[in-house]
Every structure is written in structure tokens, then in C-alpha cells.
């Protein structure tokens, strides 16, 4: 009884799930998704991609248009919130202004009818684990910004609940608390133990934290795998552009004879010999681009017009001279980020940004050769936007 | 070093003092002058009435008289009170008794009734919610023949009983809108936290909404207790002698041709003490930084 947390963990499914609005929008469009018990699992996405209706149709707080919703092995597709036993994180926090802090984390446990003695018990446990312990008699409105954070956090994990639903809950504090809250979300669920499923629209935030993370767009699943292969075999243009940071280059490319040519370059493409002739959208990470070293690797002459400086490496910006890919995936992914890399300057040719040492020599205007690594590339179908291999 | 600096300001500051001397024109200060002087004047305008029920209440018997009625009593005296309480004691006693239970049901079922309207709804909420609202705006006297039959033959006339139910049910499309105005403006999410944390319908408004709504309540309560206190037609027709409320009583004591000036002000006085005091003992709750701390902040 020491442990924090004693039910078991339990998995979740969701089986061919829909969600219609009134009016006709499709929030959620036949998601199926396997929650392994323990997992912490990410739902990441562009806003409006319905990553949140998703967590609130777990939850219970929407209804389900169509499909099963199971937790553990139970179907809880009609069940009430109040009958699904789930704990919520919400972004906004949302305690309940007049109650202090200890009233707001028993307020679960008063309402299951958990008994007096049991519930100051674990009421301190939760507060000493998170720190709250000199703020139990305080209300939430003499609380800064991380305290409440960690007292909405607080009123969840009391409740041992079998499942942990969080929305967006790190967008509200200064850009250094969420990466220290970030990695004690980390230890904190490891420590407990309990599935996890957490809505963000921060792809580092999703890459980070989650065990497996689920790209959503316009209501449907894109890919759900691990943080590596998302990022290393993505299954289409939209999850190539939306993860990484900065964003993968792309640009007009054409397969032919085992190599790909793209501007004025021509890669040789590993085991390429297979692929047909025919034209590609190329994707090549910033990490895909070093200085030319003489090691083989095919180069490229560029000027660079933008150097950031980021203390132990630098991002160059150069132009292609060849026309920029805009398509809906790109656009959609790019709308996403916080439009750090969205062009302030429209212009139809191509921008690549690549990943460069600190002390890599690099001036604007001056000529630079760069090589690109065969091995790092990937194509996409021009029509469909899915992953070529 | 000093030269930009000191050239600088002018420049910047030359538009804006160009631009107020423009628009002001000269005879700005006598236009002030003459808008307050004017705004002070309607306002001992609107005084007078209140300041004559003031001084002939507490003036002596003796001293009051149509011909210096504006002139300040010689020196404070309590006979009128002393000599209407007397009568008015009943009415007074009645109309508390009308007034506390009226306002405090009416703000309670508004409170329930704004809060399944926005924050707990229900398919046709939508067209229910016009419909509550309907009934302000349906005048007494219209109703009035009906309601007495009806409560004539459900045996509720006579007594404070009846009279309460009718100022409870003639409240709840006032109390309801303010309620519901109120939860609109409060995060859903507070209300989902708590059905998450397991609370139904009924506990998420008697632990969560409820005592966040406390500035609606002060509202709602003040609204209530001053009409039920004030009103003088439900109250003729449904009450019997022995159960009138204190505007009838007031309006018996001053309505009469011989009654001396400063009974029916000191009574009148007397009358509309209770729902000023409401309105200073709730007033405080008007105040705004309930929801503190509920959200991101």
C-alpha cells in the first residue's frame, strides 16, 4: 500500500472511432489505436487535427459518432466519465477556484467515497511526491503558474487512476518550467507506471515523452511508431515535415538509373537501381547536409543567404535554384510549428536549411560546398504525398 | 552627446501638444464649468423628494409644516417613528417573511436552472431557455384574474404561503438569465475536471458551480428581495388582513387625507431600510476575483 498506485495498468483501444459535429465536420475520421497498459502514448499534430477530441472521447466528455472505445478490456464507448475511471490533466488547469489545494486534490476520492483516513493519506503522499506540502491550505489563485500546474497534475495521480489523460498541460508555463516539466513527466511516469495518453502540438514535446506518438491530420492517423521511426522512416510527406526541427528540406527531384537528380545534383540512391523512372518530392534532413570532405559523397555549390548562429552549431539557409515544393502536407506541417520557419519573404525557389558545426566557416554571400549524405534521403510520391522505398 | 538628446523631445512632442490645442477650443474651461454646474443641478433636482422624506421624518411633530417643509429640524427627534411602528410592525414583520424565503428559493432554482441551460445541457435547451425568459415580460395585471383564481382554488390565498410561491415562480426567468449569464462565462473545463473526478450532474453543481457563483447569487438575491419586498399588487390581491406585506400597510398609513406629513415619511423611511441594507450586505459579493487561480492564470 506504499506504492503510489495500485490498479494495474490498462490498455486502451480505439476501434474504427468517428467523430461528427453537428453541421457535417469530421473531427475524427475511423481512428484505430492500441494503447499497450503502462505506455505513455503522445497525440500529436497541427490544431484542428482532432488530437483533442480523440483524448476527450476517451475521457467520455464527447460521445462517440461511431466505433469502440475500450479501456482495459471493458467497452466504455456509452459510459460517463464519472464510470470510466480515467484522471484528466487540462491545459488550462482547471481547479476548482474556491476549494484550497487539499480540498482540490481529495475532491476525486471525496466524490468515490474513499474514506477520511484514506484520503488524507494519499492526499499527502501526492503532495509530498509533487511538493506541495506547504501549499495544502492555500487556494489555487494564491498559486503560481507551476504550482497549479503541478496541483492539476496532484488531483490526477491521487485518484490511482487505470488511465491518465492529459491535454496540451505544459502550454501554459514559460518556455523553461515546460522543459523541466517535461522531464519530470518522464520520471513520473516511469515512477508510477499508469498508460498515458498525452495531447501536444509540439513535435519535440511528443518526440521527448512519448514511448510511441501518433501523428494526427485532419481527423485521421497518419503513423503511430516510436519516436525513432517517425523521425527516421516516416510513412508520408506530412510526418516527414512536421517532425524535426528545424523541418526537413524538400525539393523537386527526378529518380533515373539508380540515382536521384534535384536542382543542378546528382545522388546516387542506395539499392535505387529497383526504382522506376520517375519524378519525386526529395526530403533531406538538415542533418543530411555536412561540409565537403572529400569522403564521396556527392556535392553541392551554394551561397548561403541566412547563417543562425545557436552556440554549438549553426543552421545555414540557402536557396535552390529550382521551384519551392508547396504542398497541402508541407503547408499543413509548416502551419503547425510556431512559424519559426515559415518564409517572411515569398519566393517561389526552393529553401534548404542544413545543420552545420559551430565552427563550420560559413559566411552569407560567401561560396560553399556541401555534401549529401546518399543514405539520409527520402522520397515521396508528388500525388499522394506517401513515402517511396 | 546632449544635443541629440535635448533636440530630439520637441520634435517628438510638438505634434501632440499641436494636435490638444487644436481640438480644444476657447471656451473649453467655461464648457466644464457649465456641464457639471448644470449635472449638479439635476441632481439636487432629484434629491428634493428624498431630501424632504429625510428631514420631516426626523423632525418633532410639532415643528412640521407644509410651509417650512424645506427648512432643517431644530433638533433630531424620533416621536414619528416611535408613533408609527406601532402599525407598521406587522407589515414589517410579514414582508421579511414574504422577502427572505422568496428570494432565497427564486435564486436557488435560478441557480439550477441557469446552470443546466449552459453548463450541463440537454437536447431543447436551446428553446427552453426563451421560453423561462418569456415570462418577464408578461406584466403582472395581465395574469393577475387567473393566478388568483388558481390559487384561490388550490387554497393557497390568503396566506404568505401563496404569496411566496407566486414571487418564486414571477423570479425565475430573472434569476435564470443572471445565473446563466454568469456560467457561460465560466470555464467549461472546470465543470469537466470535475465530472472526470467523478461528480454527477447534482454534485458538480452543489461542490463546483455553485460556490463559484457566489457574485450571481448576491445579484440574483438583490433583485428578488427588493421586488418581493416592493410589490403592492400580488400582495392586495392574495393576502388577507392579517397577512399583509408592509407596502400595503405603508400605503394605508400614508394614503389616508389626515395623516400628519411626518408619520407616512418616517414609515415610508422605515420601508425601505431593508432592502438598502441588502443591497450593502450583498453589494460587497459584486466584487469581481472569485474564479482567481481556476485557470492558466
Known amino acids: 500500500m506504499t506504492q503510489l498506485v495500485s490498479a494495474p495498468a490498462a490498455g486502451i483501444r480505439l476501434e474504427g472511432v468517428w467523430k461528427r459535429f453537428k453541421g457535417g465536420v469530421e473531427a475524427v475520421r475511423d481512428i484505430n489505436l492500441e494503447v499497450e497498459p503502462g505506455e505513455f502514448?503522445?497525440?500529436?499534430?497541427?490544431?484542428?487535427?482532432?488530437?483533442?477530441?480523440?483524448?476527450?472521447?476517451?475521457?467520455?466528455?464527447?460521445?462517440?459518432?461511431?466505433?469502440?472505445?475500450?479501456?482495459?478490456?471493458?467497452?466504455v464507448t456509452s459510459a460517463l466519465p464519472q464510470q470510466r475511471d480515467v484522471a484528466m490533466v487540462f491545459q488550462s488547469y482547471a481547479l476548482y477556484p474556491r476549494m484550497t489545494v487539499r480540498q482540490n486534490l481529495g475532491f476525486g476520492l471525496r466524490m468515490r467515497r474513499v474514506s477520511a483516513a484514506d484520503r488524507t493519506?494519499?492526499?499527502?503522499?501526492?503532495?509530498?511526491?509533487?511538493?506541495?506540502?506547504?501549499?495544502?491550505?492555500?487556494?489555487?489563485?494564491?498559486?503560481?503558474?507551476?504550482?497549479?500546474?503541478?496541483?492539476?497534475?496532484?488531483?490526477?495521480i491521487v485518484r490511482e487512476p487505470r488511465v491518465f489523460l492529459m491535454d496540451e498541460p505544459l502550454s501554459n508555463?514559460?518556455?523553461?518550467?515546460?522543459?523541466?516539466?517535461?522531464?519530470?513527466?518522464?520520471?513520473?511516469?516511469?515512477?508510477?507506471?499508469?498508460?498515458?495518453?498525452?495531447?501536444?502540438?509540439?513535435?519535440?514535446?511528443?518526440?521527448?515523452?512519448?514511448?510511441?506518438?501518433?501523428?494526427?491530420r485532419d481527423g485521421a492517423l497518419q503513423q503511430c511508431d516510436t519516436?525513432?521511426?517517425?523521425?527516421?522512416?516516416?510513412?508520408?510527406?506530412?510526418?516527414?515535415?512536421?517532425?524535426?526541427?528545424?523541418?526537413?528540406?524538400?525539393?523537386?527531384?527526378?529518380?533515373?538509373?539508380?540515382?536521384?537528380?534535384?536542382?543542378?545534383?546528382?545522388?546516387?540512391?542506395d539499392g535505387g537501381s529497383s526504382l522506376a523512372d520517375r519524378s519525386v518530392i526529395l526530403g533531406v534532413r538538415p542533418t543530411g547536409l555536412t561540409l565537403a570532405n572529400g569522403n564521396g559523397w556527392p556535392t553541392m555549390s551554394i551561397v548561403p543567404t541566412l547563417v543562425e548562429d545557436l552556440g554549438d552549431e549553426r543552421y545555414v539557409i540557402f536557396e535552390l535554384d529550382t521551384p519551392r515544393v508547396d504542398t497541402e502536407a508541407t503547408r499543413a506541417a509548416v502551419d503547425a510549428r510556431a512559424a519559426d520557419d515559415a518564409l517572411l519573404t515569398p519566393d517561389e525557389r526552393a529553401h534548404f536549411t542544413a545543420r552545420l558545426p559551430a565552427d563550420a566557416p560559413v559566411t552569407v554571400g560567401e561560396p560553399l560546398d556541401l555534401a549529401v549524405n546518399p543514405s539520409r534521403l527520402y522520397f515521396f510520391d508528388p500525388e499522394t504525398g506517401d513515402t517511396i522505398s | 552627446m546632449s544635443a541629440p538628446t535635448t533636440t530630439a523631445p520637441p520634435v517628438v512632442a510638438g505634434p501632440v501638444t499641436?494636435?490638444?490645442?487644436?481640438?480644444?477650443?476657447?471656451?473649453?474651461?467655461?464648457?466644464?464649468?457649465?456641464?457639471?454646474?448644470?449635472?449638479?443641478?439635476?441632481?439636487?433636482?432629484?434629491?428634493?423628494?428624498?431630501?424632504?422624506l429625510v428631514i420631516t421624518a426626523f423632525k418633532h411633530p410639532a415643528e412640521v409644516s407644509v410651509s417650512r417643509m424645506w427648512e432643517l429640524p431644530a433638533s433630531l427627534s424620533f416621536a414619528s417613528f416611535a408613533a408609527v411602528w406601532p402599525k407598521l410592525q406587522d407589515g414589517f414583520l410579514n414582508s421579511m417573511m414574504l422577502a427572505i424565503p422568496a428570494a432565497l428559493i427564486s435564486s436557488m432554482l435560478g441557480a439550477m436552472n441557469g446552470f443546466v441551460l449552459s453548463k450541463w445541457r440537454f437536447p431543447g435547451a436551446d428553446a427552453v431557455f426563451p421560453l423561462i425568459l418569456f415570462g418577464m415580460f408578461i406584466p403582472y395585471q395581465a395574469i393577475l384574474i387567473p393566478m388568483t383564481q388558481t390559487m384561490t382554488s388550490a387554497g393557497l390565498r390568503g396566506g404568505l404561503d401563496g404569496l411566496i410561491l407566486v414571487h418564486i415562480i414571477y423570479g425565475l426567468p430573472i434569476t435564470t438569465l443572471i445565473f446563466r449569464s454568469y456560467f457561460v462565462g465560466i470555464s467549461d473545463e472546470i465543470i469537466e475536471a470535475a465530472q472526470v473526478d467523478g461528480a454527477g450532474m447534482l454534485r458538480t453543481f452543489a461542490f463546483v458551480a455553485l460556490p463559484i457563483a457566489l457574485p450571481a447569487f448576491a445579484v440574483a438575491m438583490i433583485w428578488q428581495f427588493t421586488s418581493a419586498w416592493n410589490d403592492f399588487l400580488f400582495g392586495a390581491v392574495l393576502t388577507n388582513r392579517n397577512y399583509w406585506p408592509?407596502?400595503?400597510?405603508?400605503?394605508?398609513?400614508?394614503?389616508?387625507?389626515?395623516?400628519?406629513?411626518?408619520?407616512?415619511?418616517?414609515?415610508?423611511?422605515?420601508?425601505?431600510?431593508?432592502?438598502?441594507?441588502?443591497?450593502?450586505?450583498?453589494?460587497?459579493?459584486?466584487?469581481r476575483g472569485l474564479m482567481a487561480g481556476a485557470l492558466k492564470g
Open chain 1, 227 to 269: 519516436p525513432q521511426t517517425l523521425f527516421h522512416r516516416p510513412a508520408n510527406l506530412f510526418v516527414a515535415a512536421f517532425l524535426g526541427s528545424p523541418s526537413m528540406n524538400f525539393v523537386q527531384g527526378h529518380l533515373a538509373g539508380g540515382a536521384v537528380r534535384f536542382a543542378d545534383v546528382t545522388v546516387p540512391v
Open chain 2, 246 to 287: 408592509i407596502t400595503i400597510t405603508l400605503n394605508n398609513i400614508a394614503g389616508g387625507q389626515s395623516v400628519p406629513f411626518n408619520e407616512a415619511m418616517a414609515s415610508a423611511l422605515l420601508a425601505c431600510i431593508p432592502t438598502v441594507l441588502v443591497y450593502i450586505l450583498l453589494g460587497r459579493f459584486f466584487m
Open chain 1, 41 to 75: 502514448m503522445v497525440l500529436v499534430g497541427p490544431s484542428g487535427c482532432g488530437k483533442s477530441t480523440v483524448l476527450r472521447m476517451i475521457a467520455g466528455l464527447e460521445e462517440t459518432s461511431e466505433g469502440r472505445v475500450l479501456i482495459g478490456d471493458r467497452d
Open chain 1, 121 to 156: 493519506r494519499r492526499v499527502n503522499e501526492v503532495a509530498s511526491v509533487l511538493g506541495l506540502d506547504h501549499l495544502l491550505d492555500r487556494r489555487p489563485g494564491a498559486l503560481s503558474g507551476g504550482q497549479r500546474q503541478r496541483v492539476a497534475m496532484g488531483r490526477a
Open chain 1, 173 to 216: 508555463l514559460d518556455a523553461k518550467l515546460r522543459v523541466s516539466m517535461r522531464s519530470q513527466l518522464t520520471l513520473l511516469h516511469k515512477r508510477l507506471g499508469v498508460t498515458t495518453v498525452y495531447v501536444t502540438h509540439d513535435q519535440i514535446e511528443a518526440m521527448t515523452l512519448g514511448q510511441r506518438v501518433a501523428v494526427l
Open chain 2, 18 to 52: 499641436a494636435g490638444r490645442t487644436a481640438i480644444r477650443s476657447r471656451w473649453a474651461p467655461y464648457l466644464t464649468t457649465f456641464r457639471y454646474l448644470a449635472l449638479f443641478g439635476l441632481m439636487l433636482f432629484f434629491l428634493m423628494p428624498v431630501y424632504a
